[in-house]
């Protein structure tokens, strides 16, 4: 299996633009977390899913964060407008129900809000 | 105050030192407990697991768990160059869910 994908690698918007980063998960993989990873906070969660169904958004720091998971392959996080702040590493990761709870992280996407 | 707790370092040590990396949690329900290891520019990815209390060994790697205290720690032991990288406690409360807390992460360098 090639892993958890995401993309854009690299995104460089100026305020105000929308965003959209994208997921394909590990085929089989029950539940699909999205992280933001910053310097001063760490890895955060911001939502997940499980078997496409969002279970806790609580982590979404604003409405202007959206994300949904249409189906077992694809998901996506959008934020509109951006902002300077949102600034960070954007990690995707899924793990499968009844393991140990292991979750299998792609390799981020780099957002730059100028 | 943050549910996990971990000190950001940086952490600078010559090749061939034990590293000790520690973190300390909030909430004794947490039941789950793992290191990730997070080289530059990339995801994390596990590199210990343990259940409960106690202790688990792994090559140069010792995982150790004090729920008495809520306190655990990763020892690495022969440290190498190639041990630099941000190592990130987790832990998660029993049950399935999956969802994991992360410490802010250290960063190791290990200098040759």
């Known amino acids: 299996d090639a892993g958890v994908i995401q993309s854009p690698r690299h995104e460089v918007t100026e305020m105000g633009q929308e965003v959209t980063l994208r997921c394909k998960p590990i085929s089989g993989h029950d539940y699909l977390f999205w992280y933001r990873q910053t310097m001063m906070r760490g890895l955060e969660l911001l939502i997940y899913f499980n078997n496409n169904v969002p279970i806790d958004d609580s982590g979404m720091p604003e409405d202007r964060f959206s994300a949904k998971m249409p189906n077992a392959s694809f998901s996506t996080l959008k934020i509109q407008p951006s902002e300077p702040r949102d600034s960070a590493v954007y990690f995707c990761a899924t793990s499968r129900a009844g393991s140990t709870g292991e979750l299998f992280f792609g390799e981020g996407s780099r957002l730059t809000v100028l | 105050q943050k549910e996990v707790e971990q000190d950001p370092g940086p952490l600078s040590v010559p090749e061939g030192a034990i590293v000790s990396l520690n973190c300390t949690y909030s909430n004794s329900a947490f039941q789950y407990f793992m290191w990730y290891r997070q080289y530059s520019r990339k995801g994390p990815e596990l590199l210990m697991y343990t259940y409960s209390s106690g202790n688990k060994e792994d090559g140069r790697f010792t995982a150790q768990v004090d729920k008495s205290s809520k306190y655990i720690s990763l020892f690495i032991r022969d440290s190498q160059p190639s041990d630099s990288a941000t190592y990130l406690c987790?832990?998660?409360?029993?049950?399935?869910?999956?969802?994991?807390?992360f410490g802010q992460g250290t960063t190791l360098q290990v200098k040759p």
């Open positions: 987790a832990m998660r409360y029993s049950g399935n869910t999956g969802k994991l807390i």
